[in-house]
């Protein structure tokens, strides 16, 4: 199975959109998405020098127009994608990458909600000086609760060994001062506190804005970084989204999620390295490919047959299908099991792990064609559970 991923803000080098550019058909593509930003992208990844493209502003429309188009290139025809893509995530930013490309909101939406996501994250950056540093190594236990005693926030838990402490100078300074033991501190090239509280007022513009975006259901699964749960739901997918600018990025979730789905592949978008550094290390027996050039796009299409297959939700009608967020144990609501008619939002049952249970509503409501699972199934994320027919009453 098949996962493609999505990088985020700090995988960008300077020059390294030069070999995507030769391309005239890329390049076109490219200043279109550059167009709808308002922005020289293609200046900024080519000749503008890595301090530059630090800048939030910059590098988040950078790396969501590069991975967007990238993809045309390594699928001429998108419809083909569907069918051999089991899930997509996006470390980040490049959430928004990845629900383009799901086709949960038009490549055009992402480039203006990305613009001013990137502003308004610079935005609240520069009200306080704050920074992130990596952790590397140590005990997990130990390092969050140094994290937390210094008053910092976990703000990337990308697995085994590699946690992201955020907060202000003076507070990364006394942790620098008094590290974790065993554990190697890394200060980050970021403009500031990001999936913090510091970061509170880009959700509230964010969100303002998101209300006029219209959504659609993705096409593929769309793993979630802030439980790691699969989405179903365009509005949800979006909500999510905006809601992580200022929340943890749970990465080691999303990889958690990937080996429940049964990946064997993970291709990972332009420019690429960063997260198949890190499923290497995680998910071991599990194939990468880092596509930097595009001198790689055969060799990723052959990784892309390899271990392409289509997702549950591809092989099954996708209109009003409501599908499992999570691994676990499936329980219907009684409610729900006895009516042919759910309203929107209804709740149709839970899915119960080991670590939590997870309610689930039919957020479009519709007529019930059939249940796909009975209460008391074991359940995959991204499994279809129910099949409803829209209701124009409704």
């Not at 140094?146 to 946690?163: F, K, W, Y």
């Not at 507070?171 to 065993?182: G, I, R, S, T, V």
């Not at 995680?282 to 271990?307: M, N, Y």
Request: hydrophobic share 45%; proline share 7%; glycine share 10%.
């Amino acid at each position: 199975m098949l996962v493609i991923v999505a990088p985020g803000q700090g995988a960008q080098t300077p020059g390294f959109l030069s070999p995507w550019l030769e391309d005239p058909t890329f390049a076109a593509r490219f200043d279109w998405l550059a167009t709808v930003a308002g922005i020289d992208l293609a200046h900024y990844g080519t000749e503008a020098d890595a301090e530059t493209i630090r800048d939030t502003k910059i590098a988040q429309p950078l790396l969501v127009a590069t991975g967007l188009i990238a993809a045309l290139d390594l699928f001429p025809h998108p419809a083909d994608a569907f069918a051999r893509i089991g899930a997509v995530a996006g470390h980040s930013v490049g959430e928004l990458t990845a629900a383009a490309g799901a086709r949960a909101i038009t490549a055009e939406q992402a480039m203006v909600l990305v613009r001013e996501r990137g502003n308004a994250m610079a935005a609240a950056a520069a009200t306080t000086a704050t920074g992130m540093t990596a952790v590397l190594g140590g005990d997990r236990e130990e390092v969050l609760a140094s994290i937390e005693r210094h008053g910092l926030t976990p703000a990337n838990d990308n697995g085994p060994g590699q946690v992201v402490a955020a907060g202000t100078m003076e507070q990364l300074a006394a942790f620098a001062e008094e590290p974790p033991a065993k554990a190697r501190l890394m200060p980050l090239s970021v403009a500031g506190a990001f999936h913090t509280s510091h970061m509170a007022p880009a959700v509230d513009r964010l969100a303002g804005l998101a209300r006029s975006v219209s959504t659609h259901d993705p096409r593929t699964p769309v793993i979630s970084n802030r439980d790691g749960q699969v989405v179903h739901d365009g509005r949800e997918v979006l909500r999510r989204i905006v809601g992580q600018i200022a929340n943890p990025v749970r990465w080691d979730l999303c990889m958690e999620t990937m080996a429940d789905l049964g990946v064997t592949g993970i291709l990972e978008m332009p420019p690429a390295g960063t997260l198949t550094g890190i499923a290497k290390r995680a998910l071991k027996g599990v194939e990468t490919f880092a596509l930097k050039t595009p001198d790689q796009l055969d060799a990723a299409r052959e990784f892309c047959d390899e271990h392409g297959e289509a997702s549950m939700i591809e092989t099954t009608p996708t209109w009003r299908m409501v599908v499992s967020p999570a691994k676990g144990t499936f329980h219907i609501s009684a409610e729900a099991a006895q009516l042919h008619l759910l309203a929107p939002g209804a709740t149709i049952g839970a899915v119960a792990s080991l670590r939590d249970r997870t309610e689930i509503t039919a957020p479009h409501g519709g007529s019930v064609v059939e249940w796909l699972v009975e209460d008391g199934d074991l359940v995959a994320p991204g499994q279809p559970l129910l099949r409803l027919h829209p209701e124009a009453s409704l």
